[in-house]
Nanobody
Framework: QVQLVESGGGLVQAGGSLRLSCARS????????MGWYRQAPGLQRELVAR???????YYVDSVKGRFTISRDTAQNTVYLQMNSLKPEDTAVYYC????????????????WGQGTQVTVSS
């Protein structure tokens, strides 16, 4: 069973930085991509950043130049470095593993972490 555990959230002042971590456990034959989503109260969950198996990255426009997604393949961990944080970045951040095949014979599916709260005060 694949599990994702996020850490690193918290309360920070506007302009500050946080680094989120997502540790993946469980056997995996292949993974299409890892991503970070966020959901603010009353809003839909949105994709913030994504890194695929080839190392290609995607960022939503609102975080470009401020957030950086990276991975440590040996540690099965994905990071989201968040700089120059703004109050509008306040949300619960979720780690996502996209298109995971635990074994070659099984169909791909997505997995989610439990979420970590990020609060940016003005």
């Amino acid at each position: 069973q694949v599990q994702l555990v996020e850490s690193g959230g918290g309360l920070v002042q506007a302009g500050g930085s946080l680094r989120l971590s997502c540790a993946r456990s469980g056997s995996t034959f292949s993974i299409n991509a890892m991503g970070w989503y966020r959901q603010a109260p009353g809003l839909q969950r949105e994709l913030v950043a994504r890194i695929d198996s080839g190392g290609n990255t995607y960022y939503v426009d609102s975080v470009k130049g401020r957030f950086t997604i990276s991975r440590d393949t040996a540690q099965n961990t994905v990071y989201l470095q968040m700089n120059s944080l703004k109050p509008e970045d306040t949300a619960v951040y979720y780690c996502n593993a996209e298109g995971v095949k635990p074994r070659y014979t099984l169909p791909p599916r997505d997995y989610w972490g439990q979420g970590t709260q990020v609060t940016v005060s003005s």
